[in-house]
């Protein structure tokens, strides 16, 4: 079973607007979350995170929401940039601290168009 | 300074056939994780290894698969008899400690025939 979903396989905005990218999970236990955003042919690369504890964390373009009573968070960027055109995958842990174990969901590809 | 290493970038073998996959961690990182990635899929934790510690082998999909840390640097992934739906992307990653960000090498690409 799928513990962290991803619903929307591809999403496309217009360069200057609003990038939101959804993720479900279904584990009440996780309790610190992630997003990678990876380009063809690399490894990803760390976005930004958010522990159990916060509802939103900001780093400049990109700020992640937490919404635990539905288990769902979400990516917005603002404004979005051609170059942010990539793959973008949430993650979960629980116990992150002691693991480290990420489980993530299956991505969604978003374009940004000039 | 030097990223996650990974090789080779691509391997092509063939059904039944065993299959090394190599990965050099960020020197002096302790933690090491091993993920794949199927056509398609999100990215499944493997194996991870944390200093000393007895690595956390819960991802491995068979005993077809292990994975070896050796003087807390380099690991190697060992796939053995390898099927056709072993091909996957599989990808390496690194952390200062457990519970770090995790640094991602650019993944080995393996297809099995």
């Known amino acids: 079973d799928q513990q962290v979903k991803q619903n929307s396989p591809s999403l496309s905005v217009q360069e200057g607007r609003i990038s939101i990218l959804n993720c479900d999970y279904t584990n009440s236990m996780f309790d610190y979350f992630l997003w990678y955003k990876k380009y063809p042919a690399e490894g990803p690369t760390f976005l930004i995170s958010i522990s159990s504890i916060k509802d939103k964390n900001e780093d400049g373009r990109f700020t992640v929401f937490l919404n635990k009573s539905a288990k769902h968070l979400s990516l917005h960027i603002v404004p979005s940039q051609p170059g942010d055109s990539a793959v973008y995958f949430c993650a979960a842990s629980e116990w992150y601290g002691n693991t480290g174990k990420l489980i993530f969901g299956q991505g969604t590809t978003l374009q940004v168009k000039p | 300074g030097a990223g996650v290493s990974q090789s080779p970038s691509n391997k092509v073998t063939e059904k039944g056939k065993d299959v090394e996959l190599r990965c050099d961690p960020i020197?002096?990182?302790?933690?090491l994780y091993w993920y794949r990635q199927s056509l398609g899929q999100g990215l499944e934790f493997l194996i991870y290894f944390q200093g000393n510690s007895a690595p956390d082998k819960s991802g491995l999909p068979s005993d077809r698969f292990s994975a070896e840390r050796t003087g807390g640097s380099v690991s190697t992934l060992t796939i053995q008899r390898t099927q056709q739906e072993d091909s996957a992307v599989y990808l390496c990653?690194?952390?200062?400690?457990?519970?770090?960000?995790?640094?991602f090498g650019p993944g080995t690409r393996l297809l099995v025939l």
């Open positions: 990653a690194s952390s200062p400690d457990v519970g770090e960000t995790q640094y």
């Open positions: 020197s002096g990182h302790t933690a």
